[in-house]
């Protein structure tokens, strides 16, 4: 489903001589097409789930961040915006992001359902968040949380 209104927004984008949206929406695709070679590579099937997309559009988020912050110590406002201009197009195929009070709430709700009880089971709480909440939430803000809960 997420693959197809990919697709679709890029004909939309094209016919609507939007660049800056056809081109990241070409880079999302491309990031798709890339695992789903990888897939197949491995013996799993043939195209990534929804999820996994969900997943790749957060990292790309993510990266995109990063590289707005290195941009604005080197003093280059222009790629700063073209990053913020492509997070815009990317959040477009994500749903809505949580705030920080849900990501405390979710996470937990997630330590108290598992009994987690300290530091050791932080990567059990993290995979149970993700599983969850892929796509919806920051999980360096959820770890930062859930080591607060289990220290």
């Given at each position: ?78 790629l700063a915006d073209r990053e913020r201009a492509e997070i815009?197009v990317v959040f477009r195929f994500m749903p809505e992001q ?54």
């Amino acid at each position: 489903m997420l693959r197809s209104r990919l697709s679709e927004a890029l004909k939309d984008a094209v016919l609507a001589k939007d660049r800056r949206s056809s081109s990241t929406i070409r880079l999302i695709l491309a990031a798709v097409k890339d695992r789903d070679i990888t897939l197949r590579g491995n013996g799993g099937g043939d195209a990534i789930s929804d999820d996994d997309i969900l997943g790749l559009l957060q990292t790309m988020v993510r990266q995109r961040h990063e590289s707005i912050e290195l941009f604005e110590k080197g003093r280059r406002k222009d790629l700063a915006d073209r990053e913020r201009a492509e997070i815009e197009v990317v959040f477009r195929f994500m749903p809505e992001q949580m705030d920080d009070d849900a990501i405390a709430s979710a996470t937990k709700q997630v330590v108290e359902e598992l009994e987690a009880t300290g530091l050791k089971d932080m990567g059990r709480v993290m995979g149970a968040l993700k599983s969850k909440y892929t796509g919806q939430m920051d999980f360096g803000k959820a770890s930062g949380v859930a080591k607060e809960l289990l220290v």
